[in-house]
Nanobody
Framework: EVQLVESGGGSVQAGESLLLSCVAS????????IGWFRQAPGKEREGVSC????????YSTDSLKGRFIISVDNAKNTVYLQMISLKPEDTAIYYC??????????????????WGQGTQVNVSS
């Protein structure tokens, strides 16, 4: 059974940090790219960042670069999203997803095969 399980969300003050984790199981981890997406209340889901697990190459939404950093631990089948200097507008449900193969600059528009259940992040001012 394929599973993507996110954790690490919570409620923080603006300026603080959170580390999200996405643990994958049920598929060959290094044959998939893993992405982070988020959906704020009343807004469409947006891509945050993604990583090709076989070589660590990564892509991020320009507006979040420098604050959100994606990384991978292949030994643990886990992808992390380090979020620093959080802002109230970062409040959203954060999801991780898996896409078979490699992704490139058009990563936001590829087919994401599997999704996690999401983890809530609340940032207060």
């Amino acid at each position: 059974e394929v599973q993507l399980v996110e954790s690490g969300g919570g409620s923080v003050q603006a300026g603080e940090s959170l580390l999200l984790s996405c643990v994958a199981s049920g598929f060959t981890f290094d044959e998939y790219a893993i992405g982070w997406f988020r959906q704020a209340p009343g807004k469409e889901r947006e891509g945050v960042s993604c990583i090709n697990t076989n070589d660590g190459s990564r892509y991020s939404t320009d507006s979040l670069k420098g604050r959100f950093i994606i990384s991978v631990d292949n030994a643990k089948n886990t992808v992390y999203l380090q979020m620093i200097s959080l802002k109230p507008e970062d409040t959203a449900i954060y999801y991780c997803a898996a896409s078979e193969g490699r992704v490139g600059v058009y990563w936001k528009w590829v087919k994401w095969d599997y999704w996690g259940q999401g983890t809530q992040v609340n940032v207060s001012s």
